[in-house]
């Protein structure tokens, strides 16, 4: 509900006017060809610009160098002037006391405006959604069995935790007994 309200006085004090930035700037690249990948990102900000409260932005571990390249070319391209953009419309919301939040959130949009590729835009209750967790090694064994061990700690390169034999179920369930 306050993110509903948050969102309605955002896209009329700054979303509807920095999205307009962002959609003229998808344009330009589109016309330009050669720039329709900093288009794409450009519009996909637009839409988290008219919209941002209940979203956030996460990183995205697979992108590389040609995600890199392309920050730096679109920062000068059009990243400094829509983020100047943020913070003067920052600043000007800060000033008063309703304000102050949507200032904040002016704020934290700036760096996804300079640096726009390699992130996604995601619903905040996705962010920590795919993250595992892993589990301690089982107390009573004094070492991990197979159905304990967390798949990033096989494959090449991972060395094997010593005594990692499995046992039948009821020899497990004695020595958990044993130990308790």
């Known amino acids: 509900m306050l993110n509903g309200i948050l969102n309605v006085i955002w896209l009329i004090l700054e979303g509807i006017w920095m999205a307009i930035g962002y959609v003229i700037a998808g344009i330009i690249c589109f016309i ?8 794409i990102a450009s519009f996909r900000i637009a839409g988290y610009v008219l919209w941002p409260f209940g979203r956030t932005v996460e990183r995205r571990p697979e992108a590389g160098v040609a995600s890199t390249i392309g920050n730096v070319i679109w920062l000068i391209l059009f990243g400094w002037w829509l983020a100047i953009g943020h913070l003067v419309a920052g600043v000007a919301l800060c000033l008063t006391i309703i304000g102050i939040p949507l200032g904040i959130a ?7 405006t300079l640096l726009p590729l390699g992130v996604r835009i995601i619903p905040v209750g996705e962010r920590y959604a795919g993250m595992s967790y892993r589990l301690p090694a089982a107390k009573w064994s ?24 499995v046992t039948p179920r009821h020899h497990r369930a004695r020595a958990h007994r044993q130990h308790h």
């Open 32 to 39: 330009l060809i050669i720039t329709i990948p900093f288009g």
């Open 106 to 112: 002016s704020f934290k949009i700036i760096p996804i």
């Open 142 to 165: 004094g070492s991990r069995r197979a159905c304990d061990r967390h798949p990033r700690d096989s494959g090449p390169g991972v060395k094997s935790w010593p005594n990692t034999t």
